[in-house]
Antibody
Framework: QVQLQESGPGLVKPSETLSLTCTVS????????WSWIRQPPGKGLEWIGH???????NHNPSLQSRVSISADMSKNQFSLRLSSVTAADTAVYYC????????????????????WGQGTLVTVSS | QSALTQPASVSGSLGQSITISCTGT?????????VSWYQQHPGKVPKLLIY???KRPSGVSNRFSGSKSGNTASLTISGLQTDDEADYYC????????????FGGGTKLTVL
C-alpha cells in the first residue's frame, strides 16, 4: 500500500519561498500524476499542481507564476516550491496520488486522489 | 479556472438520504466522466469516496453513490449515519488541453 509523507519547514517568512517534499513509499511513482493540494484554515481544498512520472507538470492558473513542482524518481520524491509567499498562503499542504485514467497511448489526471499524505501546516509569518 | 459550485450546507435525519450537487461547466463536469467525491472529517485527511462519476474504491460503503447529468454531478448518501457528518468535496478534470484539476467549494453535511 503506497504511503506519502510531506516534509519541510512549518514556518516561512513573507516574500520568501515555501519548499516542501513528498516521499512516496510502498509503490512506484511510474504512470501516476502526483499532486500538491492545500487547505487554508477553515476553508476548502485547492489544487496547486501536479507532476507526471515523465516530469511534465501543470499548475493551477491562479498560482502558476509562483509555483514550481518537480520529481526525483530515483528518490521516490516530488517537491513543491511556492515563491513570494504571503499570509494567504498559510494552509495545510497535502501531497496526493491521482489514480489517473490511461488509454493505450496516454494517461490523464482525473482528480481521483486515492492516496494522501497526512498534511503539513505551513504558516507564513514574520 | 473557477471552483465547481456546491451548496455550502445540507442536512438530513438519521436513516434518510441526501444529495449534494456539484455544478461545473462544459470544460469540466459536462465533458468528462471523471468527477470524484471526497469526505473530510474535521482535522482529518480527505478520503476518496467516488471516482469517475459513480465508481467506489474498495472499502467504501455502497451507501455512497454518484451520478451526473449535463454540467452537474451529484453525490447521494443513503441511510444517513452520525459518522456521515463531515465536509464533502467534488473534483473534476478540466480539459481539453489544460490537464488541470479543480475542486468544489465544499459542502458541510449535518446529520440531525
Amino acid at each position: 500500500q503506497v504511503q506519502l509523507q510531506e516534509s519541510g519547514p512549518g514556518l516561512v517568512k513573507p516574500s520568501e519561498t515555501l519548499s516542501l517534499t513528498c516521499t512516496v513509499s510502498g509503490g512506484s511513482m511510474n504512470s501516476f500524476y502526483w499532486s500538491w493540494i492545500r487547505q487554508p484554515p477553515g476553508k476548502g481544498l485547492e489544487w496547486i499542481g501536479h507532476v507526471y512520472s515523465t516530469g511534465s507538470t501543470n499548475h493551477n492558473p491562479s498560482l502558476q507564476s509562483r509555483v514550481s513542482i518537480s520529481a526525483d524518481m530515483s528518490k521516490n520524491q516530488f517537491s513543491l516550491r511556492l515563491s513570494s509567499v504571503t499570509a494567504a498562503d498559510t494552509a495545510v499542504y497535502y501531497c496526493a496520488r491521482d489514480r489517473g485514467f490511461c488509454t493505450r497511448t496516454s494517461c490523464y489526471p482525473i482528480g481521483a486522489f486515492d492516496a494522501w499524505g497526512q498534511g503539513t501546516l505551513v504558516t507564513v509569518s514574520s | 479556472q473557477s471552483a465547481l459550485t456546491q451548496p455550502a450546507s445540507v442536512s438530513g435525519s438519521l436513516g434518510q438520504s441526501i444529495t449534494i450537487s456539484c455544478t461545473g461547466t462544459s470544460s469540466d463536469v459536462g465533458s468528462y466522466d471523471v468527477v470524484s467525491w471526497y469526505q473530510q472529517h474535521p482535522g482529518k485527511v480527505p478520503k476518496l469516496l467516488i471516482y469517475e462519476v459513480n465508481k467506489r474504491p474498495s472499502g467504501v460503503s455502497n451507501r455512497f453513490s454518484g451520478s451526473k447529468s449535463g454540467n452537474t454531478a451529484s453525490l447521494t448518501i443513503s441511510g444517513l449515519q452520525t459518522d456521515d457528518e463531515a465536509d464533502y468535496y467534488c473534483c473534476s478534470f478540466v480539459g481539453p488541453t489544460t490537464f488541470h484539476v479543480v475542486f468544489g467549494g465544499g459542502t458541510k453535511l449535518t446529520v440531525l
